[in-house]
């Protein structure tokens, strides 16, 4: 259900970008439409780094913990 939330965020987040980058909003349509956007962000924003802490947890190995950079295509097995 989070996921879902996250993915209507940013779906909300990306139309209030394309609005604004059309310039068709008035001076006070687009202070609001700002004001939204930062708060859309934050929320992605937290719950991006919600995710990268139950990331790190899963990587726990003992009492270290093994950081590694993401890479596109990684299978996940930890190797690198």
Not at 39 to 54: I, T
Not at 60 to 66: H, W
């Amino acid at each position: 259900m989070a996921e879902k939330k996250f993915e209507k965020a940013l779906e909300q987040l990306e139309e209030i970008v394309r609005k604004m980058e059309e310039g068709d909003l008035t001076l006070d349509e687009s202070l609001k439409a700002f004001e939204e956007g930062i708060k859309l962000s934050r929320f992605c924003s937290d719950k991006l780094d919600e995710a990268e802490r139950k990331v790190e947890i899963l990587l726990r190995e003992g009492d270290a913990l093994k950081i590694r950079p993401f890479e596109e295509g990684d299978g996940g097995s930890g190797e690198p």
